[in-house]
């Protein structure tokens, strides 16, 4: 006590009165639904109490003498959490606080909504007890404990089981004696967390690759190519990256509207996305599709890819004395030529022919050019120019020969300009054999004791080939 509170020559016997005036009143909310200052709790009168994670256990001591003819109570939950469809072990501490026996003590208790007394559970010590009173809508329960000893202890043991349809949260159970003795009301809780998928959903997809939309993908025969370390996005950044399957799948998702969106920069080379189902979901992209999800439902969205066409993009373009021709095409190559025939009396200005803007070393003949452009890495674009001495009056041809990596010298359908066009192209289709795409690791997935893998090839029987396809961002994502 502090120093004011007495003097040297008054006794030092601390009672409640003398207590109470210094005893700071706390806060109702600290207590919510405990009359007066305090809560009588496990541990407030010297029994054991269970130490659990989380924040410091705060524990009433009373001061107050026992009440006469009475009997002391304190409640606990053997589970700490429990979620719906689990089993709640409570224990009641009964101890009679006086010194003559109790006659007909009946223990009244509370059970929290949703919770349910499991029949044939009570416990009396160790010995079996008939099952409670139970009220109409099952959450009062009055137990017969019978006579009690002057200074005895019981131990009451039943188990309830948690129902559907429980509230999330603190579940606060409250017991005391209802006849043959007064007690005070003791307090056990448990905190009710949310189970497997109840408010929350799971997606779950798979990137592939076909010939045509007609496979499925769960089909064990099928054809269905399924595409590693591809990366899966959502709108709130959240990413996973498929495995050897090409599956993947996100847990814990709120229900509502979502979008899921391949990371094209992590797709393998030389294929294209490919829309199966024509609907509203992908809004016209074919590389994203909106999901709309429901509390405890699984969500399946699906990625199809195709090989992409290869084949030689060429074109002619002609202003004034000035002859341009362009190629483009996906797959690398060994080697490569280009022969361009001019019309009868055409003339090429001597130093005029360029390579991409450079000067370039052509064999001229007579009506007649060659560039050998050479070996071709990956996805590949050449511009070949040249200035006649006059302008062009008449037909222009070019054919293209070229080797793919592995294959044999393939000769491609000659690409004519007919005066008086100024411009033509055409797509001069490339013979690949059957081909299985490998995908590339997705960005950021190597580590330091794993080696680095190559850039996705196709992949012949009996030779590589390497097709290569630029993805970029979308622009509209980026700023989204």
Same mark, same amino acid.
């Given at each position: 006590?502090?120093? #004011?509170?007495?003097?040297?020559?008054?006794?030092?016997?601390?009672?409640?009165?003398?207590?109470?005036?210094?005893?700071?009143?706390?806060?109702?909310?600290?207590?919510?639904?405990?009359?007066?200052?305090?809560?009588?709790?496990?541990?407030?009168?010297?029994?054991?109490?269970?130490?659990?994670?989380?924040?410091?256990?705060?524990?009433?001591?009373?001061?107050?003498?026992?009440?006469?003819?009475?009997?002391?109570?304190?409640?606990?939950?053997?589970?700490?959490?429990?979620?719906?469809?689990?089993?709640?072990?409570?224990?009641?501490?009964?101890?009679?606080?006086?010194?003559?026996?109790?006659?007909?003590?009946?223990?009244?208790?509370?059970?929290? &909504?949703?919770?349910?007394?499991?029949?044939?559970?009570?416990?009396?010590?160790?010995?079996?007890?008939?099952?409670?009173?139970?009220?109409?809508?099952?959450?009062?329960?009055?137990?017969?404990?019978?006579?009690?000893?002057?200074?005895?202890?019981?131990?009451?043991?039943?188990?309830?089981?948690?129902?559907?349809?429980?509230?999330?949260?603190?579940?606060?159970?409250?017991?005391?004696?209802?006849?043959?003795?007064?007690?005070?009301?003791?307090?056990?809780?448990?905190?009710?967390?949310?189970?497997?998928?109840?408010?929350?959903?799971?997606? &779950?997809?798979?990137?592939?690759?076909?010939?045509?939309?007609?496979?499925?993908?769960?089909?064990?025969?099928?054809?269905?190519?399924?595409?590693?370390?591809?990366?899966?996005?959502?709108?709130?950044? $959240?990413?996973?990256?498929?495995?050897?399957?090409?599956?993947?799948?996100?847990?814990?998702?709120?229900?509502?509207?979502?979008?899921?969106?391949?990371?094209?920069?992590?797709?393998?080379?030389?294929?294209?996305?490919?829309?199966?189902?024509?609907? $509203?979901?992908?809004?016209?992209?074919?590389?994203?599709?909106?999901?709309?999800?429901?509390?405890?439902?699984?969500?399946? =969205?699906?990625?199809?890819?195709?090989?992409?066409?290869?084949?030689?993009?060429?074109?002619?373009?002609?202003?004034?004395?000035?002859?341009?021709?362009?190629?483009?095409?996906?797959?690398?190559?060994?080697?490569?030529?280009?022969?361009?025939?001019?019309?009868?009396?055409?003339?090429?200005?001597?130093?005029?022919?360029?390579?991409?803007?450079?000067?370039?070393?052509?064999?001229?003949?007579?009506?007649?050019?060659? =560039?050998?452009?050479?070996?071709?890495?990956?996805?590949?674009?050449?511009?070949?120019?040249?200035?006649?001495?006059?302008?062009?009056?008449?037909?222009?041809?070019?054919?293209?020969?070229?080797?793919?990596?592995?294959?044999?010298?393939?000769?491609?359908?000659?690409?004519?300009?007919?005066? #008086?066009?100024?411009? $033509?192209?055409?797509?001069?289709?490339?013979?690949? #054999?059957?081909?299985?795409?490998?995908?590339?690791?997705?960005?950021?997935?190597?580590?330091?004791?794993?080696?680095?893998?190559?850039?996705?090839? &196709?992949?012949? #029987? $009996?030779?590589?080939?390497?097709?290569?396809?630029?993805?970029?961002?979308?622009?509209?994502?980026? =700023?989204?």
């Amino acid at each position: 006590l502090p120093a #004011p509170a007495r003097t040297a020559e008054q006794a030092q016997l601390i009672t409640p009165s003398v207590l109470r005036p210094l005893l700071k009143r706390r806060s109702f909310s600290m207590h919510k639904g405990q009359a007066g200052r305090v809560g009588i709790v496990a541990g407030s009168r010297g029994e054991n109490f269970p130490v659990l994670p989380g924040p410091p256990v705060e524990i009433d001591i009373p001061l107050d003498p026992a009440l006469a003819g009475g009997v002391q109570i304190t409640k606990t939950a053997g589970k700490a959490v429990v979620a719906i469809g689990e089993f709640v072990p409570y224990t009641i501490t009964i101890r009679n606080a006086g010194t003559t026996a109790t006659a007909a003590l009946r223990i009244g208790d509370r059970l929290p &909504v949703g919770f349910r007394y499991e029949r044939g559970s009570a416990r009396l010590d160790k010995a079996l007890l008939k099952d409670p009173t139970v009220s109409a809508d099952g959450r009062s329960l009055e137990f017969d404990i019978g006579a009690l000893a002057g200074n005895g202890t019981a131990l009451l043991r039943y188990v309830a089981g948690v129902l559907a349809g429980t509230k999330v949260g603190q579940a606060e159970n409250t017991a005391q004696a209802v006849a043959g003795a007064t007690s005070n009301v003791a307090r056990a809780s448990v905190l009710v967390r949310e189970d497997l998928n109840r408010s929350r959903a799971i997606l &779950v997809g798979r990137v592939t690759q076909v010939e045509s939309c007609e496979i499925a993908d769960d089909d064990v025969n099928s054809k269905a190519l399924g595409l590693k370390n591809v990366r899966v996005l959502m709108q709130d950044g $959240t990413y996973i990256v498929t495995d050897q399957e090409g599956r993947w799948h996100a847990d814990n998702i709120r229900p509502g509207t979502h979008v899921v969106q391949l990371d094209e920069t992590s797709l393998p080379k030389g294929v294209v996305l490919e829309i199966c189902e024509q609907n $509203t979901r992908s809004s016209g992209r074919n590389f994203s599709q909106f999901v709309n999800l429901r509390g405890g439902t699984l969500w399946r =969205a699906d990625f199809r890819l195709k090989p992409a066409p290869s084949c030689l993009s060429e074109q002619i373009r002609v202003q004034g004395a000035n002859v341009r021709i362009s190629l483009a095409a996906p797959v690398a190559t060994e080697a490569t030529n280009a022969t361009v025939m001019l019309p009868n009396g055409a003339k090429i200005v001597a130093g005029s022919v360029k390579l991409d803007g450079q000067p370039f070393a052509a064999t001229p003949g007579d009506g007649f050019l060659v =560039a050998k452009l050479g070996a071709q890495a990956g996805a590949w674009t050449q511009h070949l120019s040249f200035d006649l001495e006059s302008p062009l009056a008449g037909d222009l041809a070019v054919a293209v020969q070229l080797q793919p990596k592995g294959q044999s010298l393939q000769r491609l359908p000659a690409l004519r300009l007919t005066a #008086p066009a100024l411009e $033509t192209s055409q797509c001069a289709p490339i013979a690949l #054999p059957a081909s299985i795409v490998k995908a590339a690791p997705a960005a950021g997935s190597a580590s330091a004791d794993t080696a680095p893998v190559a850039a996705a090839v &196709v992949v012949p #029987p $009996t030779h590589t080939l390497q097709l290569v396809e630029v993805l970029p961002y979308d622009d509209k994502w980026v =700023a989204a």
